[in-house]
């Protein structure tokens, strides 16, 4: 029986994709784990590039993609105990990563662990410092104080993560939401009792330069995300105050990094930012078609239009 699966949703991933896989394979981990790739309708050699490795793949039609449904289909084709997921465009930086992920669990009641995320060399001044911030280099385990959570304790990226298989078989990812099943999936298990867990040692390089356009759709999905699970947990206020905070600090960042000439346009990539989430929190008010229009992921909403 492998002690791992390894799920990877795939989709047009690339000629880097062998560097991911690459990466995989080059791992010391003392026990066995097996590659789950689940395709949703590539077109470039991403199949070509997974037939080199002993991968399993299974693929899917591209209209029953989703976030959450689609690592929900690969965790159940999992035989390991721990099912780690990982995106296609994420590469283990060292031979330990797995190793380093799947130590953690020595306490039983950490339900999942999530690792590092480190830039790569072409990542921008805003995207290098939001990595730096949201990654550190110190190990960290969050729970539940007094039954409480907030938008900090509930962070966990399935980009790079593991859970125990008993765990996803209790708490599922919701495969109802446009993005952040992640974060919704640790909600749950902390308000459970149980514990997550932040790993700097199972770093992977991956990182994207998203334009104000991509930005600001990728964060008005955050938004619409956030209203149907964590809506206390993501008030306006303590957005806006958080948010004017974190400004604070990149600008600090960009002047002392020498970076002083991206001054403008991040202050512009913030505020894309904000009003993202704004209006994604309220996109209830919003008719189909401009949230279509305003999405990063639009086969969302046609499948909404159809409910």
């Given at each position: 029986?492998?002690?791992?699966?390894?799920?990877?949703?795939?989709?047009?991933?690339?000629?880097?994709?062998?560097?991911?896989?690459?990466?995989?394979?080059?791992?010391?981990?003392?026990?066995?784990?097996?590659?789950?790739?689940?395709?949703?309708?590539?077109?470039?050699?991403?199949?070509?590039?997974?037939?080199?490795?002993?991968?399993?793949?299974?693929?899917?039609?591209?209209?029953?993609?989703?976030?959450?449904r689609t690592r929900n289909f690969g965790?159940?084709?999992?035989?390991?105990?721990?099912?780690?997921?990982?995106?296609?465009?994420?590469?283990?930086?060292?031979?330990?990563?797995?190793?380093?992920?799947?130590?953690?669990?020595?306490?039983?009641?950490?339900?999942?662990?999530?690792?590092?995320?480190?830039?790569?060399?072409?990542?921008?001044?805003?995207?290098?410092?939001?990595?730096?911030?949201?990654?550190?280099?110190?190990?960290?385990?969050?729970?539940?104080?007094?039954?409480?959570?907030d938008m900090n304790t509930i962070f966990?990226?399935?980009?790079?993560?593991?859970?125990?298989?008993?765990?996803?078989?209790?708490?599922?990812?919701?495969?109802?939401?446009?993005?952040?099943?992640?974060?919704?999936?640790?909600?749950?298990?902390?308000?459970?009792?149980?514990?997550?867990?932040?790993?700097?040692?199972?770093?992977?390089?991956?990182?994207?330069?998203?334009?104000?356009?991509?930005?600001?759709?990728?964060?008005?999905?955050?938004?619409?995300?956030?209203?149907?699970?964590?809506?206390?947990?993501?008030?306006?206020?303590?957005?806006?105050?958080?948010?004017?905070?974190?400004?604070?600090?990149?600008?600090?960042?960009?002047?002392?990094?020498?970076?002083?000439?991206?001054?403008?346009?991040?202050?512009?990539?913030?505020?894309?930012?904000?009003?993202?989430?704004?209006?994604?929190?309220?996109?209830?008010?919003?008719?189909?078609?401009?949230?279509?229009?305003?999405?990063?992921?639009?086969?969302?909403?046609?499948?909404?239009?159809?409910?």
């Amino acid at each position: 029986m492998n002690d791992a699966s390894i799920i990877i949703p795939t989709k047009n991933a690339g000629d880097g994709f062998q560097n991911t896989l690459e990466a995989i394979y080059a791992q010391k981990y003392p026990g066995e784990f097996e590659v789950i790739i689940v395709d949703s309708g590539s077109k470039d050699n991403t199949m070509k590039v997974a037939q080199n490795y002993p991968t399993k793949v299974h693929q899917i039609k591209p209209q029953e993609f989703g976030h959450g449904r689609t690592r929900n289909f690969g965790a159940s084709l999992g035989h390991g105990d721990y099912l780690v997921f990982l995106t296609q465009d994420a590469v283990p930086a060292t031979d330990k990563w797995l190793s380093a992920l799947i130590s953690n669990f020595e306490d039983s009641r950490i339900a999942g662990v999530y690792g590092r995320q480190v830039p790569e060399g072409s990542a921008n001044p805003m995207e290098s410092f939001f990595l730096n911030i949201r990654y550190p280099l110190s190990r960290m385990v969050r729970s539940a104080e007094q039954g409480k959570v907030d938008m900090n304790t509930i962070f966990f990226s399935n980009a790079n993560s593991t859970i125990r298989k008993e765990m996803w078989e209790k708490y599922p990812f919701a495969d109802n939401l446009i993005m952040s099943e992640d974060q919704e999936w640790a909600r749950k298990v902390l308000l459970g009792g149980y514990k997550i867990a932040y790993e700097p040692g199972a770093a992977v390089y991956h990182s994207h330069n998203y334009n104000l356009k991509t930005v600001f759709q990728r964060y008005f999905d955050s938004g619409v995300s956030f209203s149907q699970f964590a809506g206390r947990e993501c008030s306006l206020g303590r957005f806006i105050c958080e948010g004017l905070v974190y400004t604070r600090s990149e600008m600090k960042f960009l002047i002392s990094d020498g970076h002083v000439k991206w001054l403008p346009y991040a202050l512009l990539y913030d505020m894309a930012k904000f009003f993202g989430v704004s209006l994604g929190k309220k996109e209830k008010h919003l008719p189909l078609s401009l949230k279509r229009r305003l999405s990063l992921h639009s086969y969302y909403w046609s499948k909404q239009e159809k409910v």
